[in-house]
C-alpha cells in the first residue's frame, strides 16, 4: 500500500497517475467526496461524488478505510477496494490528505507514507496563483494548512520526496516502490535510505524551512 499526501499543488496526482501507468500491477484507489464535481473530473474516476447522506451511511456502516474532513468537504477511502486488491497482491495507491494518511498507517503499519512537498512555500504559493481559481482568502488558507500538514508528517510519515523535478520525483517513488515490495537494486535501495523520514534520518536541506516555517 503506497500512501501519497501533498498540499495542493505539490504534483501528487500527476506522480500518483505516472506510477499507475509505469507499474502493470497497480491500482488507484478512488475515493468519495461531498465536494462538487470540478472541470474534466470524471465521477467514479478521479473520485465517487456523493451527497452528505450517502458519505454518512458509508461511515456508520463501517465502509470507510478512512475518512476526514478537508476545506470544508468529506473525503474517505472505500474498505472494499483496498481488501480486494490486496487479496491480489497487487499495489494499491491512495492519493489523500495527510488525516486519511494518518488513519490508513494506523490500521496498516506495513503501508508506505509518502510526503510530496514542492521545492519552496514560494513555489507552492506560485502554482496555487496561476491556477486562478481560488480567492486569496482560499491561498492563503491552502497555504497554512500546507505547514501544519507537513510538520504533522515529520512525526508520522516515511518519506518525504521533493517535487522540484518531476522526472526526479518519479524516479525516487518508483525507488520507495522497489525497496518496500523486494528486489531493489543498489542503486534503488541508495536512492530510498536518503528519502527516509524515521529512525532519525537527517532530512534534506531543501526541506528546512517547511520543517521549522
Not at 70 to 76: E, K, L, P, Q, S
Not at 100 to 118: C, D, F, N, Y
Not at 184 to 189: L, Q, V
Request: hydrophobic share 45%; net charge negative.
Amino acid at each position: 500500500m503506497l500512501v501519497l499526501s501533498a498540499p495542493s499543488g505539490a504534483g501528487k496526482t500527476t506522480l500518483a497517475r505516472r506510477l499507475l501507468r509505469h507499474v502493470p500491477d497497480a491500482v488507484f484507489s478512488v475515493s468519495v467526496t461531498t465536494r462538487a464535481l470540478r472541470d474534466r473530473e470524471v465521477d467514479g474516476v478521479d473520485y465517487t461524488f456523493v451527497d452528505e447522506a450517502a458519505f454518512r451511511e458509508m461511515v456508520e456502516g463501517d465502509r470507510l478505510l478512512e475518512w476526514a474532513e478537508v476545506h470544508g468537504a468529506t473525503y474517505g477511502t472505500p474498505s472494499r477496494f483496498a481488501a480486494e486488491a490486496l487479496e491480489n497482491d497487487r499495489l494499491v495507491v491512495f492519493d489523500i490528505d495527510v488525516q486519511g494518511g494518518m488513519q490508513i498507517k494506523a490500521r496498516h503499519p506495513e503501508a508506505a507514507t509518502v510526503l510530496l512537498v514542492p521545492p519552496s512555500r514560494a513555489e507552492l504559493e506560485r502554482r496555487l496563483r496561476s491556477r486562478g481559481t481560488e480567492s486569496e482568502e482560499a491561498i492563503r488558507r491552502r497555504l497554512a494548512v500546507a505547514r501544519a500538514e507537513i510538520q504533522a508528517c515529520l512525526e508520522g510519515y516515511d518519506y518525504v520526496v521533493i517535487n522540484d523535478d518531476l522526472d526526479r520525483a518519479f524516479a525516487q517513488l518508483l525507488a520507495i516502490v522497489k525497496v518496500r515490495r523486494g528486489g531493489a537494486s543498489r542503486e534503488d535501495a541508495a536512492v530510498e535510505a536518503t528519502l527516509r523520514l524515521r529512525d532519525g534520518a537527517p532530512l534534506r536541506p531543501e526541506f528546512a524551512e517547511w520543517e521549522t516555517g
